[in-house]
């Protein structure tokens, strides 16, 4: 009954911005550590930011100074703002939660164009 539903992703030009929503649902939010992870074709899945349930963070070295993730707990919801996009930053962002079991969202689309 675990599910994260994420919306925000979509086609932007290098150096512009995005915000990725994942709303949560069927856990115990609050209490769980939440993260984002990205895939480009070919590539590893790899962390992008994580944030935990006492609110400190941690983020790709890539990604540092231009991605902030955070959270609200009253709305079951991690965001992350995705600013100076490059298009390396090219590939599908998933919502991952942590529990006794890494739970994952269906990923969104981010595509940056150069």
């Known amino acids: 009954q675990v599910q994260l539903v994420e919306s925000g992703g979509g086609l932007v030009q290098a150096g512009g911005s995005l915000r990725l929503s994942c709303a949560a649902s069927?856990?115990?939010?609050?209490?769980?550590?939440m993260g984002w992870y990205r895939q480009a074709p070919g590539k590893q899945r790899e962390l992008v930011a994580r944030?935990?349930?006492?609110?400190?963070?941690n983020y790709a070295d890539s990604v540092k100074g231009r991605f902030t993730i955070s959270r609200d707990n009253a709305k079951n919801t991690v965001y992350l703002q995705m600013n100076s996009l490059k298009p390396e930053d090219t590939a599908v962002y998933y919502c991952?939660?942590?529990?006794?079991?890494?739970?994952w969202g269906q990923g969104t689309q981010v595509t940056v164009s150069s």
């Open positions: 991952a939660a942590d529990r006794s079991v890494r739970y």
């Open positions: 069927g856990i115990s939010f609050s209490s769980s550590v």
């Open positions: 944030i935990m349930y006492g609110g400190s963070t």
